[in-house]
């Protein structure tokens, strides 16, 4: 079955749908520096480097589904909270205009949580309406990857549909029983890390892991208001797109509160207090190590694996579409 993805990324949806047994034949990523990671880790997927405003529907090939996970920052609960009214928030109409025009048997639209806010209740309901006006049975819901065999606690909402006339609609898997933790994903990599250079300039060719470096630097007040550190047994904090505010690693104790909104890292175990790498939050994120993210500075890696969607909570949700057009 083909696929097209659009705000594609670094291709977290787009890995577990391959996983899946899909085809992704075209994708859509309007991000520059992003496009070299996308092109050398899907090889076989062209890829449209324009903005989705400029594409006409005629241009997207024919296909059996269309996935993607419009811009997600002008929703988020640490955002503006500006919503559709953003311009970045209106592009969630664009992914329904293509979809409209080409009408493949399903669809998967992916947010954050925050459009759940109250303050954004009339747009999520126009929202919901406009993908039924469009000709599909929706189905909504969030979901904690932690739930589907993701090390991590991240809270995202799903739009999946199917078209009216297939006469199904989708039911989201049951939850996996045994979760995955920071141990099962990255116990290996704890002794071969390196940090960045100056300014956080890559040690690209250096890692004996591609990736795997962490970025340097000082944290914010607001990061040390509170606790940063999950232990080896449990799940990773979610995994964000600024590097400065990746989880600390999971080998430091527990940060100490000594006021309210002020933590501290334990006295005498500062050495262990450093951000997780690239590749451990890649690693947490499930992409396969196989998956390399190219860039200069460490923090644009950041960026682009903690913007993606887990592979594979995308690969469980795939899996059950398939059994449904199957």
Known sequence: MKVVSFFSGAGGLDIGFEKAGFDVIYANEYDKSIWETYEKNFTNTQLDKRSICDIDSD????????????????????GTLKGIDDQR???????????????????????????????????LKNIKKLFNDCGY???????????????????????????KDLKKKFSFPSPIEEKKTLKDAIWDLKDTVLSAQEKNH?????????????????????????????????????????????????QAPKMVKVEKNKQ???????????????????RVQTFPDDHIFYYKNVLNGYKMVGNAVPAKLAEVLARQIRKDMS
């Open 59 to 78: 241009e997207v090939p024919d296909c059996d589904g269309i996935i993607g996970g419009p811009p997600c920052q002008s929703w988020s609960e640490a």
């Open 89 to 123: 928030g209106q592009l969630f109409f664009e992914f329904i205009r293509i979809l409209k025009a080409k009408q493949p048997s399903f669809f998967l639209a992916e947010n954050v949580s925050g459009m759940l806010a109250s303050r954004h209740s009339k747009a």
């Open 137 to 163: 049975e929706l189905s909504f819901e969030m979901l904690n990857a932690s739930d589907y065999g993701v090390p991590q606690d991240r809270k995202r909402v799903f739009f999946i549909g199917y078209r």
């Open 202 to 250: 890559s040690n690209f060719d250096q890692c004996k892991l591609h990736n795997h470096e962490y970025a340097i630097g000082g944290f914010s007040m607001i990061y040390l208001s509170r606790n940063r550190v999950r232990s080896w047994d449990q799940q990773s904090f979610t995994i964000q797109a600024g590097g400065r505010h990746a989880p600390i690693h999971p």
């Open 264 to 282: 501290i890292f334990a006295e005498g175990k500062e050495d262990l207090y450093r951000r997780l790498s690239v590749r451990e939050c890649a």
